[in-house]
């Protein structure tokens, strides 16, 4: 019996078999208004992370909470050649300013509930117990790509990048591509 973590021997095949596919092409889009491109340690970790996962980074923005310029951004990502997914980080909170999570959930055509779940869970019993419920991370598909957001903070990035995107962004391309 294989352990929890593993799957079943469907998926370990599925993702023996995207394991073998081109790397996964990201665009990396901070959510910020307190943020300068140096002072962006969140962006730098999820860049470090996907090639460190021997995916490529082909663009990463700042982008202020501003509506307007996280849809044009964002927009912008889906709509460029080359791109299989667009990570964002920050905007996932219960603050006036967080956005978001409001600007990308219109643009998804599949909602992966899953991904939200799983990364409160981990946030509750890794990190932050009870204020996990406070996040609204979420991910889903959009025009043919993997779209996650995550919040803004160093550890919520490093935790749902290495627990969770990494690890199972060519499994989600290779079933979004089927």
Same mark, same amino acid.
């Given at each position: 019996?294989?352990? =929890?973590?593993?799957? #079943?021997?469907?998926?370990? %095949?599925? $993702?023996?078999?995207? #394991?073998?596919? =081109?790397?996964?092409?990201?665009?990396? @889009?901070?959510? *910020?208004? *307190?943020?300068?491109?140096?002072? &962006?340690?969140?962006? !730098?970790?999820?860049?470090?992370?996907?090639?460190?996962?021997?995916?490529?980074?082909?663009?990463?923005?700042?982008? =202020?909470? &501003?509506?307007?310029?996280?849809? *044009?951004?964002?927009?912008? /990502?889906? %709509?460029?050649?080359?791109? &299989? !997914?667009?990570?964002?980080?920050?905007?996932?909170?219960?603050?006036? $300013?967080?956005?978001?999570?409001?600007?990308?959930?219109?643009?998804?055509?599949?909602?992966?509930?899953? +991904?939200?779940?799983? +990364?409160?869970?981990? *946030?509750?019993? &890794?990190?932050?117990?009870?204020?996990?419920? @406070? #996040?609204?991370? @979420?991910?889903?598909?959009?025009?043919?790509? +993997?779209? !996650?957001?995550?919040?803004?903070?160093?550890?919520?990035?490093?935790? /749902?990048?290495?627990?969770?995107?990494?690890?199972? @962004? =060519?499994? /989600?391309? $290779?079933?979004?591509? $089927?």
């Amino acid at each position: 019996m294989t352990a =929890p973590h593993e799957g #079943s021997a469907s998926t370990a %095949e599925h $993702r023996r078999d995207a #394991s073998q596919r =081109p790397a996964v092409r990201c665009v990396v @889009l901070t959510v *910020s208004d *307190s943020r300068t491109v140096s002072t &962006d340690e969140s962006g !730098a970790l999820m860049e470090r992370l996907l090639v460190e996962g021997g995916h490529v980074v082909v663009a990463r923005h700042l982008v =202020p909470n &501003d509506d307007a310029q996280v849809h *044009s951004r964002l927009v912008e /990502a889906l %709509e460029r050649d080359g791109v &299989d !997914a667009v990570l964002c980080t920050g905007g996932t909170g219960l603050g006036s $300013r967080d956005r978001t999570v409001d600007v990308v959930r219109p643009l998804l055509e599949k909602e992966l509930p899953g +991904f939200g779940e799983l +990364f409160r869970m981990l *946030s509750y019993l &890794d990190q932050i117990g009870a204020a996990a419920m @406070l #996040s609204r991370a @979420l991910a889903g598909t959009a025009r043919g790509k +993997f779209v !996650a957001v995550m919040p803004g903070s160093k550890a919520a990035v490093e935790l /749902a990048m290495t627990r969770l995107i990494v690890p199972e @962004l =060519p499994h /989600a391309l $290779r079933e979004l591509r $089927r």
